[in-house]
């Protein structure tokens, strides 16, 4: 399947099926079960397997494919982006690591909805500095026995497994110079004894991210990604997924919200100057993006210089949300109909685009070192 | 042109421009970039990448708008960009000018405009002016251009500020590693090393939309590359002077030409703010965003 029948044949579909395809109510509990009705309904009608390998019950092709349904399913609001990119970004990352048979039989159920997954990187005293995570997991005669604390957890209250980075090293290697090593992956069964979850309550309203706490959960060895003391790599794989097709979409959500103000605004509210500033801002970050995309379908190793994905995005996605608020003022800071509470969310939730998924200031740390070759930083 | 082969036309174009210095129009024409152009305009693409990258001035301008809107580019044929009234050094020998103003045009003969070699902003750049530039009513029958050939313009400018962004980054880069302050380069400190970052970033994101707008050509694409190209050499140029420091505010130090040139070109065919203001302008007018940029 080439993208230029796959572009056609699914817009039809997506027409035909809009009826069920929109979501109807407000609030994350009614997006999580739409996102699965969604996702079933397109795993079902085949366009859900396209890109992904045979052997995780895809149907194989371009990851382009993946692109372009989760941009053409953003563009038409069918979903959100945010709560679909977990599928983009740990799918791959079971592919590569987990034992062939763990994948193939996990893999197709977070694609057709059936389930959802967490990614339980960051800590309380490790945002930035992950590579020194401290959450402990420790050899016993079946597998890992886990004690510790994540934060930031996107959708663990609703996630049937978690992919998680565990300290397998000594305690004290999480503050030496080979912290990376000691790192351990796991995919972990969040019905496992031992294992809390507390949704976090955030500014934007909608608690999305989760406290997860890990009080002796035992884990089968067969569970762990990669080998023991590979959990880095799995990290390390995991992000440029993080940065290629689910940036995609995402520029396809800031694409539509930018459409949707520019219809909703009323007339003599919107200076072009801003508005052709946003445009132009969207665009700069959407055309890198898709560079990367092709790069991702010619095969390359997606490595650092997804990093000026990453920076590109807070640019936009601030500067788009900047003039949400500098237009519709009032409805943001005064309104309560479904719509201005949408925007007012959105705009808070854009605060953290420079904070989530590695900080604006770590990027550019990484593009100074990595990119530009600037050697040590003093 | 495929990868390949533009590599191929890139490198030779590189040592054409060695053996005749600054004088890129003499390098031109001994590798033959009208015939190439004829051929396939993606030529283009290299030709101005390589000005950017090696900071040169050319009249090859001349040549893309001339064969966008139908006429065989010639040197006997130049282009004059109107309200400005500015074009490449090819004004001052040709024998007729397509004068270009908005979507009108038409061809005058050289000997009935009145020329001025301009040295501005821009001394080294070749650039030629008109003084008084007539009213197209006044010049009898013009031409309707198409949007295509205001694209073609736009986008061989934006091809050249995204080198010349390039290449103002990589004097800094170079420069910072180099320069010892402190005891250690001063690349090795946060507040330098980010300033670099954020002009990478930007870099980036003008040869992506550059790239758009070759991969599909259209008036759109090329007007957003050249908006994003303009305001990005910019943010370069900013950063990029500042790591520079002192250095970088000497005429010996070549940055000072790599300025002075994107200052220029952003004024050519519309600046980046003024096609990115009618880009919204539009936007709100239609009450659309336009749908663009196909995977």
């Not at chain 2, 002016?129 to 009513?137: H, W, Y």
Request: glycine letters at 8%.
């Amino acid at each position: 399947m080439k993208l230029a029948e796959f572009r056609p044949a699914l817009d039809a579909w997506l027409t035909e099926h809009a009826g069920e395809l929109t979501p109807t109510e407000p609030g994350l509990d009614a997006a999580m079960a739409h996102l699965s009705t969604v996702k079933r309904l397109a795993y079902d009608a085949g366009w859900m397997r396209w890109g992904w390998p045979e052997r995780v019950g895809g149907l194989g092709g371009s990851p382009l494919l993946r692109g372009y349904l989760g941009e053409a399913l953003t563009a038409r609001g069918f979903v959100e982006p945010g709560i679909y990119s977990l599928t983009e970004v740990l799918a791959p990352t079971m592919i590569d690591f987990a034992a062939p048979e763990l994948a193939a039989e996990m893999v197709p159920k977070l694609l057709r909805g059936d389930e959802t997954w967490c990614q339980g990187f960051s800590e309380p005293s490790t945002g930035s500095n992950l590579a020194s995570l401290t959450c402990r997991a420790v050899a016993t005669d079946t597998g890992w026995r886990v004690n510790g604390q994540k934060v930031w957890t996107s959708l663990a209250q609703y996630a049937q497994r978690c992919v998680l980075l565990t300290r397998t090293g000594p305690p004290e290697s999480a503050n030496s110079t080979d912290k990376h090593r000691g790192i351990t992956a796991l995919f972990v069964d969040m019905d496992s004894p031992g294992i809390m979850v507390r949704p976090i309550e955030t500014m934007h309203g909608a608690p999305e991210f989760c406290e997860v706490f890990f009080d002796d959960v035992d884990v089968p060895v067969s569970r762990t990604l990669g080998a023991e003391g590979q959990g880095w790599a799995v990290a390390m794989d995991l992000l440029p997924y993080e940065r290629s097709t689910a940036l995609w979409h995402r520029g396809a959500f800031l694409h539509k919200r930018l459409d949707d103000l520019v219809r909703e605004a009323p007339d003599g509210r919107l200076s072009a100057r801003d508005v052709g500033a946003v445009l132009e801002q969207i665009y700069a970050f959407r055309a890198r993006s898709r560079t990367t995309l092709h790069r991702l379908d010619a095969g390359e190793q997606l490595g650092a210089e997804t990093s000026l994905d990453k920076a590109l995005l807070g640019l936009a996605e601030q500067s788009l949300f900047d003039l949400v608020e500098a237009t519709l003022s009032d409805e943001v800071a005064f309104g309560d109909s479904p719509t201005d509470a949408e925007w007012r969310s959105e705009f808070l939730y854009s605060r953290a685009a420079t904070i989530y998924g590695g900080s604006a200031e770590i990027q550019r740390n990484i593009i100074a070192k990595r990119l530009l070759d600037l050697g040590a930083e003093a | 042109m495929d990868t390949g082969e533009l590599a191929a036309f890139t490198t030779s174009l590189r040592q054409a421009a060695q053996r005749h210095g600054g004088d890129f129009d003499k390098g031109l024409e001994e590798v033959g970039w009208r015939e190439a152009l004829a051929d396939d305009p993606s030529a283009a693409r290299a030709v101005f990448a390589v000005q950017g990258e090696l900071n040169l001035s050319s009249s090859a301008l001349d040549d893309v708008l001339l064969h966008a809107a139908g006429h065989p580019p010639s040197p006997d044929h130049a282009v004059l960009i109107s309200p400005a009234g500015i074009g490449t050094r090819r004004l001052a020998t040709a024998r007729s000018v397509l004068v270009i103003h908005g979507h009108l045009a038409v061809t005058v003969p050289r000997n009935s405009l009145t020329i001025r070699t301009v040295r501005g902003l821009d001394p080294g750049g070749g650039w030629t002016e008109v003084a008084g530039v007539p009213s197209l009513a006044s010049l009898g029958h013009g031409e309707l251009l198409s949007d295509a050939t205001l694209a073609a313009g736009r986008l061989a400018i934006a091809t050249e500020l995204a080198a010349t962004a390039r290449a103002m980054l990589e004097l800094a880069r170079a420069h910072a590693v180099d320069r010892i302050q402190f005891g250690k380069p001063i690349a090795a400190f946060q507040a330098v090393r980010h300033r670099l970052a954020d002009s990478l970033i930007a870099t980036a994101s003008a040869e992506a939309a550059v790239d758009a707008g070759w991969e599909e050509a259209t008036p759109y694409t090329a007007t957003m590359a050249k908006a994003i190209a303009g305001h990005s050499a910019r943010t370069v140029a900013r950063h990029a002077q500042q790591v520079l420091a002192g250095m970088g505010f000497t005429s010996e130090h070549p940055f000072h030409r790599y300025l002075r040139r994107v200052l220029v070109l952003d004024r050519l065919l519309g600046t980046a703010t003024e096609l990115s203001t009618a880009m919204g302008q539009t936007a709100i007018r239609f009450h659309e965003v336009p749908a663009t940029l196909a995977l």
